[in-house]
T-cell receptor
């Protein structure tokens, strides 16, 4: 099956820890995106990448980092600098203006 | 900066009713517009994609229209069913797809409940 796989589905982070969210796609799409979703605020763009080894900051990049070493993979690291990381994180890939999303990772600070 | 607004924020209707969800955007220079459905705790499922040169798209009981000049789109759901209960999100691609930095901007969604 072609699609976008996000893992894990649920993730718990202790104060001061870095955690990495995985996003893998087998759709052969060039562009990949990370969004954060909070209740009542819609989706906000964290980072995006339109080609391997290149990525750009979105609207809320502070406290996050990404890499794009392979076309299929776009992992997101939530660093200790992100003060309010509890949210639902969604990864997407796009081709010809159509976006496809993974099933999301819910991150909770404990 | 592109801003997308969806009205109403929440809607509750009896089964069988036809309904309209509204989406407006501030910058009419869009590449396309996409409607999504999101079930609680899940990712987004694409429903309809309207290219900027198109006026509407249809899929089953769903019909989406686009009026770029007025910055509006509507999603029409015919003969609503309890299984249609979900949050519906509108998103627009701003600018030219060919230029670096084209991005998808989302509205906050309309939470729909269809009561049996």
């Amino acid at each position: 099956d072609g699609g976008i796989t996000q893992s894990p589905k649920y993730l718990f982070r202790k104060e001061g820890q870095n955690v990495t969210l995985s996003c893998e796609q087998n759709l052969n799409h060039d562009a990949m995106y990370w969004y954060r979703q909070d209740p009542g605020q819609g989706l906000r763009l964290i980072y995006y990448s339109q080609i391997v080894n290149d990525f750009q900051k979105g609207d809320i990049a502070e406290g996050y980092s990404v890499s794009r070493e392979k076309k299929e993979s776009f992992p997101l690291t939530v660093t200790s600098a992100q003060k309010n990381p509890t949210a639902f994180y969604l990864c997407a890939s796009t081709q010809a203006g159509r976006a496809f999303f993974g099933q999301g990772t819910r991150l909770t600070v404990v | 900066k592109q801003e997308v607004t969806q009205i109403p924020a929440a809607l509750s209707v009896p089964e069988g009713e036809n309904l309209v969800l509204n989406c407006s955007f501030t910058d009419s220079a869009i590449y396309n517009l996409q409607w999504f459905r999101q079930d609680p705790g899940k990712g987004l499922t694409s429903l309809l994609l309207i290219q900027s040169s198109q006026r509407e798209q249809t899929s089953g009981r769903l019909n989406a229209s686009l009026d770029k000049s007025s910055g509006r789109s509507t999603l029409y759901i015919a003969a609503s069913q309890p299984g249609d209960s979900a949050t519906y999100l509108c998103a627009v691609w701003g600018g030219s797809w060919e230029t670096s930095g084209s991005r998808l901007t989302f509205g906050e969604g309309t939470q729909l409940t269809v009561n049996p």
